[in-house]
């Protein structure tokens, strides 16, 4: 424990933003570090509890109390070791990562959580500058093949845990470069990429071998890469987007989010496309979905020059605070305002679109939409909608964002070639555990498996799943003997 009553002395700060007007100029991250005084104090406020609720809270299990304290007391080193641990990209959840881990704080009952996520990404960024970070996959290798199939998260993630475990890794991403939904989802004021790219230089060193526009079942045949793998990992994501099926549907100006964010973020990283631009530049721009991608598409759109921004869910406002039917540590459902929203929205709850209005040219106009109320179980949780009578209008709009989630993975091409089994959600059967899917030889992890999910879940799932990989190349499937485990603990956690 840094500082045993650090948690009475100092009160939760975020590093200063731009302010508002500033940071829609560009596409730049605007958030600054802290400096030395105030990440000491930071650190100070973990009380390091006699159960860390916030290890529970962290799906990667974070040593999050221990990395703390050698913040509060500048060991660097150890603080880096602590952390990569547990997390291979500590970069990228200390940046767009919802933390979890600090809705399970056991001093966010009474007072505001302690920031692990910013200190997540000073202790990354100070281990980069102090040249802490190396590559550490072993000299000698174990002679195994195996294919990683996605570059996203989990995907990196798993060629990362393998990669260090000594077999040979090659990924393969269909687009043009490496990072998945990192590279090609995440806006760049959130993410630049600059910060993917400098840890894809350490996983090169290790030995990773990536491979771009090289889609498997199209470039290359799937059976094929299993013949030629000792294993194969698929961690492509869930990539096929939920519709809005409804009236007007077929108007131009109605995309869905992730084609707007994915073609922003080749414009910026001066990548080519040959799809027609989507823009936002001088229209009425409407969000349709209240989550994180809905909150990135408002972000973007601010910075296009939209003329105006709206944000619809269909459900109620969630409370600013936690209720009692969402209680300390569970992750509570409370109404988030992104620095996208402090940009310039409007954001309507409980609102229901029903139609998209278009023009004599079958462009876009408006939407039909009406205002519904939602009945509620004895849990407060939503059941079902009404719509309120007399609450239909109109509200112009030249452009709509469908950013309501997505349904499952691609299944034509790679899916449809190797036979995977699929669950009831149509993502890639694969018990959670096991990782193993139905056909010889392959694994599945990440969002994939699981289904649209978070960046911490799916760095996760790689790393579990990377250990089940390992298990059954090198025959330690069954881990009977303490000497085994012991072994195989050492290869992963050193």
């Not at 009475?8 to 605007?30: G, M, S």
């Not at 936002?280 to 209240?290: N, S, Y």
């Amino acid at each position: 424990m840094g500082k045993p009553t650090g948690f009475q002395e100092f009160d939760r700060e975020l590093p200063k933003k731009l302010p508002p007007e500033e940071r829609v100029k560009n596409y730049n991250e605007f958030e600054s570090l802290y400096g030395d005084e105030e990440l000491n104090h930071q650190s100070a406020r973990c009380m390091n509890c006699g159960i860390p609720f916030c290890h529970s809270g962290c799906p990667l299990g974070n040593i999050i109390p221990e990395f703390n304290d050698a913040v509060y007391n500048k060991k660097w080193e150890d603080a880096y070791q602590i952390l990569a641990s547990t997390n291979n990209f500590p970069e990228f959840t200390g940046r767009i990562c919802p933390a979890p881990c600090e809705s399970a704080c056991v001093l966010g009952i009474n007072k505001p959580p302690v920031a692990i996520e910013e200190i997540e990404k000073h202790i990354i960024e100070i281990a980069y500058s102090k040249n802490l970070v190396h590559a550490v996959a072993p000299l000698v290798k174990t002679g195994k093949n195996v294919a990683v199939v996605g570059s996203g998260p989990a995907g990196l993630a798993a060629a990362a845990q393998l990669s260090k475990a000594g077999h040979q890794v090659t990924v393969y991403e269909r687009d043009d470069k490496i990072g998945g939904l990192l590279r090609y989802g995440i806006p760049d004021f959130k993410l630049e990429k600059w910060v993917i790219d400098r840890r894809l230089e350490v996983m090169e060193k290790d030995g990773v071998v990536f491979k771009t526009n090289v889609e498997v079942g199209k470039d290359i045949a799937a059976d094929e890469l299993v013949r030629n793998n000792d294993a194969v990992v698929l961690t492509g994501g869930s990539t096929i987007p939920r519709n809005l099926n409804i009236p007007g549907r077929e108007f131009k100006g109605v995309h869905f989010a992730m084609d707007f964010l994915k073609q922003q973020n080749k414009r910026v990283g001066n990548s080519k496309f040959e799809v027609e631009d989507i823009l936002a530049t001088g229209k009425d721009v409407v969000v349709i979905g209240g989550g994180d991608t809905g909150s990135d598409c408002v972000g973007t759109s601010n910075r296009q020059g939209a003329k105006s921004v709206k944000q619809f869910e269909v459900m109620m406002q969630p409370p600013s605070q936690r209720t009692q039917h969402m209680p300390w540590p569970t992750y509570p459902m409370v109404l988030k305002t992104t620095t996208s929203h402090e940009e310039g929205v409007d954001r309507f709850w409980g609102i229901n679109t029903k139609e998209f209005l278009g023009d004599e040219n079958g462009n876009l106009r408006a939407l039909k939409v009406t205002e519904v109320s939602w009945e509620l179980d004895v849990m407060g949780r939503p059941i079902k909608f009404t719509e309120v009578a007399g609450s239909e209008r109109e509200i112009p709009c030249q452009r709509v964002f469908l950013a309501m989630g997505f349904l499952n993975p691609q299944f034509d091409g790679m899916l449809d070639n190797l036979g995977v089994e699929l669950d009831d959600r149509k993502n890639v059967k694969a018990k959670e555990g096991i990782y193993r899917t139905n056909v010889s030889k392959v694994f599945a992890a990440g969002d994939m498996r699981r289904g649209q999910s978070l960046v911490v879940w799916a760095i996760s799932e790689g790393r579990e799943c990377a250990r089940k990989v390992d298990e059954f190349l090198m025959g330690y499937s069954t881990l009977e003997s303490k000497d085994s485990v012991n072994q195989f603990e050492q290869v992963f956690n050193h």
